[in-house]
């Protein structure tokens, strides 16, 4: 049960786009549509922002997108805003559990 | 208002026991399978255990296998994990999270505030 791996950090102006990348194994990523993404905020619990690899529960702004491209999923932010500057972490399902990746912290410069 | 709260966390000494508690309100709650998702501190989220809507498919990570237990109670909205043996390692907050699949794995909409484990002699 290996994490998934996600670069430990990101940055972006207020107004770019950035994209975080999640990479994992046809075990997990590649092998099943159960993709998510989580915001974490310091001292907040998570917030769900993206699910199914790129569907998005009401109330997320679609500044916010994912997809996947075979072992690699990817969460793209477009129009930084302050608030974006958070913690994100990309999930999946990988048969019997749930794997993690170790998190992205997300500037905003 | 769709809600989970957890209590149950504390202070334990190693190789002791802690229940964790989450109550539920605002939804079904016979529908949605349930995790529990933990992170130490200054570190990011693990994934602990899984529970389906009749308890049919019970997961759990490596980490915590034969020393947790998740269980739910349909009738009182309520999700346990029952934690024995526990180590240093296991000090986090721990987060209950509704999923949104009735079987658990997918993704997990509604988190609770968390409770505090700390596992120190």
């Known amino acids: 049960q290996s994490a998934l791996t996600q670069p430990p950090s990101a940055s972006g102006s207020p107004g770019q786009s950035v994209t975080i990348s999640c990479t994992g194994t046809?075990?997990?990523?590649?092998?099943?549509?159960?993709v998510s993404w989580y915001q974490q905020h310091p001292g907040k619990a998570p917030k769900l922002l993206i699910y199914?690899?790129?569907k998005r529960p009401s109330g997320v702004p679609d500044r916010f997108s994912g997809s996947k491209s075979g072992n690699t999923a990817s969460l793209t932010v477009s129009g930084l805003q302050a608030e974006d500057e958070a913690d994100y972490y990309c999930?999946?399902?990988?048969?019997?559990?749930?794997?993690f990746g170790g998190g992205t912290k997300l500037t905003v410069l | 208002e769709v809600q989970l709260v957890e209590s149950g966390g504390g202070l334990v000494k190693p190789g002791g026991s802690l229940r964790l508690s989450c109550a539920a309100s605002?939804?079904?709650?016979?529908?949605?399978?349930m995790n529990w998702v933990r992170q130490a501190p200054g570190k990011g989220l693990e994934w602990v255990s899984s529970?389906?809507?009749?308890?049919?498919?019970?997961h759990y990570a490596d980490s915590v296998k034969g020393r947790f237990t998740i269980s739910r109670d349909n009738a009182k909205n309520s999700l346990s994990l029952q934690m024995n043996s526990l180590r240093a390692e296991d000090t986090a907050v721990y987060y209950c999270?509704?999923?949104?699949?009735?079987?658990?794995?997918?993704?997990?909409?509604?988190w609770g505030q968390g409770t505090t484990v700390t596992v120190s002699s």
């Open positions: 999270a509704r999923d949104l699949s009735s079987s658990g794995g997918n993704g997990m909409d509604v």
């Open positions: 605002g939804f079904t709650f016979n529908t949605y399978g």
């Open positions: 529970i389906s809507i009749t308890n049919m498919y019970i």
């Open positions: 046809s075990s997990d990523v590649g092998g099943y549509k159960y």
């Open positions: 199914e690899v790129s």
């Open positions: 999930s999946s399902y990988a048969g019997s559990n749930v794997l």
